[in-house]
């Protein structure tokens, strides 16, 4: 069954200027981009973002990395979305991640990797509708 999912190109890779890069690996995997923009976060953004994390020691952290600067946030379509971005992206450490994945190509650290996507179809729906309403969502 067709699928959605939230990826973001986090700021070390926007920085970097891996934005193209790493839509052509999203693409080539048959990951279709439905919606697409480059936002700036604000403190309060990132924070409701990554709210499931607030009692982790690294949120703050995590924070200050995720408005470091611009991010590319994208709502992908596929067949089981979910678990081939997260296939595609490698693990969260890129020192664990395996040949060929976003994260082992391009991730600097634990923090800094680069990518997200979400992890649940339940996460998915929070994560694509906290950037994106309906009619955004056109391809
Ligand atoms: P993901 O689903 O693979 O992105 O990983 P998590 O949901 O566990 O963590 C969310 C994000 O928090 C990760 O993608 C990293 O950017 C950051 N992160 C995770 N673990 C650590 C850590 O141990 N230290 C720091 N500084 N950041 C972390």
Do not use: C, W
Request: charged share 25%; aromatic share 8%; glycine share 8%.
């Amino acid at each position: 069954m067709s699928q959605l999912t939230l990826s973001i190109i986090k700021p070390d890779a926007v920085q970097r200027g891996l934005i193209g890069d790493i839509l052509k690996m999203i693409s080539d995997a048959g990951l279709k981009i439905k919606a697409m923009k480059m936002i700036q976060l604000t403190k309060e953004q990132a924070e409701g973002f990554y709210a499931v994390h607030k009692e982790r020691p690294f949120f703050n952290d995590l924070v200050a990395y995720m408005i470091s600067g611009p991010v590319v946030v994208s709502v992908l379509e596929a067949e089981g979305a979910i678990e081939k971005y997260r296939k595609l992206m490698g693990a969260t450490n890129p020192e664990q991640a395996e040949e060929g994945t976003i994260r082992k190509r391009f991730a600097l650290n634990i923090e800094a990797n680069s990518v997200h996507g979400s992890d649940a179809p339940e996460t998915a729906a929070v994560e694509t509708s906290y950037f994106f309403n309906q009619l955004e969502q056109v391809g």
